[in-house]
């Protein structure tokens, strides 16, 4: 641990640096250009500019903020990191209508492609093997602009078949505009000759390019392409995105840090007259950038969100700090070209969770749980003591969940308790992502080792650590007093069979169903409330549309 002060050395001696406390605004600038400007000296002893990636995630009450620097010029060799897709060819015509053997092919327009193992048919006179083509470059797909349809026979319920039409997605045609052959000889799409057999086709991904803008320049313009020109930075909340969150919050950054550079200090907790200041100030920033046209502006100030951001300002949340720093920590990997970043901002508030004044009783008590009182006060906070939850798994998620309400307090009241349920044993696997597990843990049960680390984080915590499956055989411990009695079901689970189960039994005793699941990179997290929401969360578990997924 550094106690010391914040050198230029030490700063550009990282690969990464992450602040995670708002600092006035002459320090985070001054951190940032120093991680821009840090130079290496490369093998021929020439030096070169070697950014440290920068960033910025910060909770403050119910508002969160993440800022990426990656460089001027950031090299994403892997945009997604999904394997590559590969492809058999099945027909191709002479037309040259090329049919694959699956249901789709699933390419867009212009997307490349390499070619491996065509065997070309006998030429005519002046043409060329079609076996050119076999790790040629340049080589993109071309969309039918009108939709191909084929006719087959169907088979009904009753044995007699009928003739029907279907639209065809497996086939395609190919854009030779820019292709070279293997040693670079331009390929002219009238010469190639007829196909006979074979071909395997793969997708290329090129390397794209991304221009990251430091942090001074970034906070007066955001944002970058258009959905951003219009909406503003990017916010989780597609709705509120979409009438100006992004642009609101980040114009709250913005005005919390001239706040500091006015004042010498950050809004104080519930502070009124801060909170003044600091709607007076937003405004009159909101006006300049309207009169100057740099900047963010807004067109409809929210003062309630406003006063809520100065009023709480001061606290964080343990949720809130745990979403922002795993998405932070998997943007610290993408330094390395693997995945697209965040670009360059997001920001994120939940302001439905605090109404329009401080709670009268949020007066902070001296406790570990004061943060949490200033917000949603005394009252929410032995609410949530007296909770009784029962924690199915504790893998990766798992231990995420039970840190995190052994943090906030939950469960700790003379009526609260947590029941906690794993079957497995610790791998050494396993200690690379279920951070409650040390070495020293290898081969004992999960449960029981996981519960202990929570309890040794906040001995308050009244948890019961087992070591049984969760189905219809083990419902003579778990029967119908133990679901009654049970405010909340968590699952944290890697099979279905155990999901639709815990599914089944809360559908079944009116219980709410907190469901999430991981697959590398993609997530899902969704809450059931009993007549509210829809059940059968193990639907969404495994399938994942890719316009529904969220990548870190």
């Known amino acids: 641990m550094h106690t010391g002060e914040l050198t230029d050395t030490f700063i550009q001696s990282f690969g990464a640096v992450l602040v995670c406390k708002t600092l006035p605004k002459k320090e985070l600038f001054r951190i940032d250009q120093l991680c821009r400007t840090r130079k290496l000296k490369g093998e021929s002893g020439e030096e070169k500019v070697a950014p440290v990636v920068f960033f910025v995630a910060v909770n403050h009450g119910v508002t969160g903020h993440i800022f990426a620097d990656f460089g001027d010029a950031h090299v994403v060799k892997d945009p997604d990191g999904e394997p590559l897709k590969t492809l058999v060819v099945d027909s191709w015509t002479e037309s040259g209508k090329i049919t694959v053997a699956a249901k789709k092919h699933g390419f867009e327009q212009g997307q490349k492609i390499r070619f491996e193992d065509i065997e070309g048919g006998v030429c005519k006179s002046g043409q060329v093997n079609l076996s050119v083509l076999n790790g040629a470059t340049g080589i993109k797909v071309r969309a039918f602009i009108k939709r191909l349809y084929e006719k087959y ?21 190919l854009d030779l505009s820019e292709a070279k052959t293997a040693d670079g000889k331009v390929i002219t799409p009238e010469e190639l000759g007829p196909w006979k057999t074979g071909g395997i086709i793969t997708e ?59 004042y010498g200090f950050f809004p104080r907790l519930h502070n009124v007259e801060d909170s003044d200041n600091f709607v007076k100030l937003f405004e009159t920033i909101n006006e300049e950038n309207k009169k100057s046209e740099k900047g963010v502006t807004v067109e409809s100030v929210d ?6 951001y100065s009023w709480y300002f001061a606290t964080e949340l343990t949720g809130y700090c745990a979403f922002l ?24 508030d939940h302001i439905q969770l605090v109404g329009n004044a401080v709670p009268a009783d949020a007066v902070p008590q001296g406790s570990r749980y004061d943060h949490q009182i200033s917000i949603f006060g005394k009252s929410f906070q032995q609410l949530i003591s007296n909770q009784r939850i029962f924690l199915v798994g504790c893998g990766a998620l798992g231990c995420e969940y039970l840190k995190g309400l052994a943090m906030m307090g939950v469960c700790t009241g003379p009526k609260g308790k947590l029941w906690c349920t794993d079957m497995d044993r610790i791998e050494v696997s396993n200690l690379s992502r279920q951070f409650l597990f040390r070495a020293g843990h ?15 984080m906040n001995p308050a915590l009244n948890v019961e650590a087992l070591e049984m499956k969760v189905w219809a055989e083990t419902e003579n411990f778990f029967d119908d007093h133990f679901w009654d009695n049970l405010d909340l079901c968590w699952n944290a689970l890697d099979n279905v069979i155990a999901r639709k189960y815990t599914d089944s039994k809360c559908l079944f005793h009116g219980k709410p169903l907190l469901e999430s699941g991981t697959q590398g990179t993609k997530c899902n997290s969704e809450v059931i409330i009993p007549f509210k929401t829809k059940y059968g969360c193990f639907v969404r578990v495994y399938y994942y549309p890719k316009n529904r997924i969220l990548f870190f």
């Open 303 to 308: 003062k309630r969100r406003l006063r809520s």
């Open 204 to 262: 290329v991904v090129d390397p794209i390019i991304k221009e990251f803008r430091s942090l001074e320049d970034s906070l007066v313009k955001p944002a970058q392409g258009w959905e951003q020109d219009l909406w503003g930075p990017p916010h989780p909340d597609q709705g509120a995105w979409e009438k100006g969150a992004g642009k609101h919050v980040h114009l709250q950054f913005v005005t919390v840090l001239e706040f500091e550079a006015k």
């Open 325 to 348: 720093g795993g998405i932070v920590a998997q943007e610290v990997v993408k330094k390395f070209g693997k995945y697209t970043p965040i670009f360059q901002w997001m920001h994120s």
């Open 442 to 456: 290898v081969t004992k049960p999960k449960s029981i080792t996981a519960a202990a680390a929570a309890k040794q």
């Open 153 to 173: 026979l169907f088979t009904k319920a009753d044995g007699t078949k009928e003739e029907r039409e279907r639209q065809i997605f497996e086939s395609f045609q």
